[in-house]
């Protein structure tokens, strides 16, 4: 990692950070974009985005970049997500998650085991989902969220998604603070990008004609960037570290290594022959390296050549 020191504890960058992705463990009760504003401030830049965004109640994996990685974030957007998630059988809710009102509180004192296997199992794979109705989609130009916080009633079509994991870790009893007696499940899911947990919840409950929400959600990996590599807002106020532009690379694209020559032609923009172990698209590109571990462009096949589709190490 390449490592930005402060002074103290706290202490704001005083010079612009060195270009790369940083990997946040998002606390609970903040934005997305609220933790955008503070990595720009101790980063010394605004040159920060993040690739996808957690809802305020949802902790775990944020990925953003600063300076030039930025232009990488395109590519960790469409990445699988891995989450941890605990599912509450027997109250729905208006945002499909704790922070709405209660729609319906019928209860679930107790969820047959072969009932709650069955209705996991039909919802992984390859699935039609309807994202929750406050959700940042937009509708005519205007986020689904301000439309209903509006009073509109707002139906969003379905979209396919990829369930590939949606295993039970834990099933308990449990009671809400009105006396309702519900029952807990805690899962872990993987999912393709665009996939809404709290959706999967809603849905699992209305498989089980009890009702669902989601009242826990903590994102564990986003492609190849995981909690072992996150870091808190705090421990970024002690010392700011980047994952530099090359392994910030390699952990979520495949990889060309490259020739002298070959890292030369690419610099100037030139596309290279195709390496038949390699292939990309413009969607999910090739990282090519230099002999010396630099990150030079990323490469997409087009027309029998690899063409840079982005020059990161240009000529000069």
Known sequence: MT?????????????????????????????????????????????????????????????????????????????????????????????????????????????????????????????????????????????????????????????????????VLDVRAARTDDGVEVTDVDVVVVCSSGTYVRALARDLGASLGVGGHLTALRRTRVGGYGLGVARTLDGLAESFDVLPLAEAARAILPARELSEHEAQELSFGRALGLDPAVRGTREAPVAAFAPDGTLVALLADERGKARPVLVLASAG
């Open 3 to 167: 490592r930005t020191n402060h002074d103290a504890v706290g202490r704001e960058a005083r010079s612009p950070a060195p270009d790369g992705v940083v990997v946040v463990d998002k606390p609970a009760g903040w934005t997305s974009h609220d933790v955008v504003a503070r990595v720009r401030r101790l980063a010394a830049t605004r040159r920060v985005g993040h690739a996808g965004t957690l809802d305020p109640m949802a902790t775990g994996v944020l990925v953003l970049g600063v300076g030039r990685a930025t232009k990488l974030l395109t590519f960790v957007v469409g990445a699988d997500k891995e989450y941890l998630a605990t599912v509450r059988l027997g109250v729905s809710t208006t945002t499909d998650d704790a922070e709405g009102e209660t729609l319906e509180a019928v209860g679930a004192p107790r969820v047959e085991p072969d009932s709650l296997a069955a209705g996991v199992r039909s919802l992984t794979g390859d699935i039609a989902q309807v994202p929750s109705s406050v959700s940042a989609i937009k509708v005519d130009g205007k986020r689904a969220y301000a439309r209903v916080r509006a009073g509109e009633d707002v139906e969003l079509a379905a979209r396919p998604v990829t369930i590939s994991r949606f295993d």
